[in-house]
């Protein structure tokens, strides 16, 4: 009688990776295949407005997702729900905020929440944020907020120290390479206004 194989939940063994585009995945997607680890791409950014750019990142995502042969998990568009967020936890309006202060926190916080929630219910143990590695976010609150939320619910969440001058040059020659989309702004109206 043939000896039954015993099947590791395939799950446990993928990385999430929650993509605020598909240019800020590409250091991590290069990261990771060379330490061969697998890879879900993971798009949940209800920050992004309006829905015309949330569609172009996810279509250009989706892109990316081919070129390497890798899984995409999307949520749905809700910016109404991530602008309640903001309203609700913020004590003044968020348009009243400069870049990179409290209103981006409290974005970051919204997104990695919703990130955490997807891996539970879905099985992932593993998980990272492209916003992790960037040039104009506090990566330092990010990291910290990832790890103490992923903490306190048992996920193990992988802080990279990717340097983020080495990741963008790597992320402008891929994206010419690929002829993907480059954003002009992080997402959200308010980002938008300031540029």
Not at 67 to 92: A, F, G
Request: glycine share 0%; charged share 25%; proline share 3%.
């Amino acid at each position: 009688m043939a000896k039954k194989l015993s099947i590791k939940n395939s799950k446990q063994e993928l990385i999430l990776l929650h993509s605020c585009c598909a240019i800020c995945a590409l250091p991590f997607i290069d990261f990771f295949l060379k330490q061969k680890q697998s890879l879900v791409l993971y798009f949940d950014n209800p920050n992004i407005y309006p829905k015309k750019e949330y569609l172009k990142r996810l279509s250009n995502l989706k892109k990316v997702a081919k070129l390497y042969n890798l899984s995409l998990k999307k949520t749905s568009y809700d910016h109404k729900n991530w602008l309640n967020y903001l309203r609700k936890n913020l004590p003044l309006k968020p348009e009243n905020y400069k870049e990179n202060t409290i209103r981006c926190q409290k974005c970051f916080e919204f997104r990695i929440l919703k990130t955490i929630n997807f891996c539970l219910k879905n099985n992932y143990s593993k998980w990272t944020t492209t916003l992790s590695v960037s040039r104009f976010k506090d990566v330092n609150y990010i990291n910290n907020f990832s790890l103490n939320q992923s903490l306190a619910n048992n996920l193990k969440y992988i802080k990279l120290n990717l340097d983020p001058f080495l990741s963008y040059q790597q992320t402008k020659e891929l994206s010419e390479k690929y002829n993907l989309y480059r954003q002009k702004y992080c997402g959200c109206e308010f980002s938008l206004k300031n540029n």
